[in-house]
């Protein structure tokens, strides 16, 4: 049942609109959860850590010689070692490529912005 002293309105009526306006949103509030510096540090140091064991592992079930030869030089190293050597090697490769496109597209900004 309606509230008889509620007004009734029907498809041709419409509702008073209420004569103050909306209050505006309140700004959000800083979240205390957010992430911060020292947070993403954290999450670095616990990453490096489990890699440090990782790698660890990795060393001591690897001790193996094993014979390598690269441009005339040869020898006999520990597996994991040369491991280790031919991912630094490929990984400083991929560094310095990325290292130079950067510094390509970089010069190609600066001198798009010199002409504008």
């Known amino acids: 049942m309606s509230n008889p002293t509620e007004p009734t309105y029907d498809a041709t009526t419409t509702p008073p609109v209420d004569p103050t306006p909306e209050a505006t949103p309140a700004p959000p509030t800083k979240d205390p959860l957010r992430g911060s510096r020292t947070s993403g540090i954290y999450v670095a140091v616990v990453a490096a850590a489990v890699l440090l064991v990782l790698l660890v592992i990795f060393i001591v079930q690897n001790t193996q010689s094993v014979e390598v030869s690269y441009l005339g030089w040869n020898g ?41």
Do not use: E
Not at 89 to 115: C, N
């Open 76 to 116: 006999s190293a520990p597996l994991a070692a040369t491991l280790l050597v031919a991912t630094a090697a490929g990984m400083l490769l991929a560094i310095t490529a990325a290292s130079l496109r950067m510094f390509q597209v970089r010069r190609r900004v600066k001198r798009d912005r010199k002409k504008h």
